[in-house]
């Protein structure tokens, strides 16, 4: 059952870009807007800061874009610790979205379950059907996606599109997008780059994998990796799962 597809290149980011600008623009040509969840982590960060720049930034009409998160940590949104800070922060703030359009997760909120709910309203009645065109995921050495970490209680959660996510492993609350929420996108790409990725990826890509991240995609909206050659290592990528 193919689930996955995979782009494997030493210019990821610059390919991540590309695939970036099709989709919204495909998105804004079928429906007049562009309705994406971003992702924490290092390599969406260079992702953010490329298409930030003047050789990129025009190439996307920012007005119709509709800016969410995948997960937040549970900080106000000055912390550096914020991945909301953290994609203003590379660039996204000088972009021409419309504030209205940037639907951040209350991660200061007292109540991270309360921040949740609030958090699922907005995409309810925000986004059409709650259907992203693009949810973004970075994935950890441990095999977590979004704020998914592996033994914790919302990998199990399938009734609601976000859930606030106690991290044992960090003693802290996530806000996390769902593999629901995840899986009802109409893509969903995971940028994984680098050696100390190889091994989870390898495992993922055999299907034999209990990691929370081989959750990610369905036969019939099959996940995109793009992976560079270190990541890629342990893989066939001519083989496509
Ligand atoms: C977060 C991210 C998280 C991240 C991975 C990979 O909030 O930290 O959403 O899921 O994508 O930890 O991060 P790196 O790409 O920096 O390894």
Known sequence: MNTRKVIVSQAAVEEAAKHFVKTANEAMEKSGAFYVALSGGSTPKALFKLLSTNAWKDKIDWTKVWLFWSDERCVPPTDPDSNYKMAMDAGFSTLNIPQDQIIRPMGEHEDPKTAAALYTRKIQELVPDMR??????????????????????????????????????????????????????????????????????????????????????????????????????????????
């Open 132 to 241: 992203f065109d693009l949810v973004m995921l970075g994935m950890g050495e441990d095999g977590h996606t979004a704020s998914l970490f592996p033994g914790t209680d919302g990998l199990e959660v399938v009734e609601t599109a976000v859930i606030a996510n106690y991290i044992p492993q960090k003693e802290c609350w996530r806000l996390s997008f769902t593999f629901a929420l995840i899986n009802h996108a109409r893509q969903v790409v995971l940028y994984v780059l680098g050696a100390g990725k190889s091994s989870v990826v390898t495992e993922v890509f055999s299907n034999e994998s209990s990691y929370p991240v081989a959750r990610v995609g369905t036969a019939d909206q099959p996940s995109l990796w793009f992976l560079d050659k270190e990541s890629a290592k342990g893989i066939n990528v001519n083989s496509r799962h």
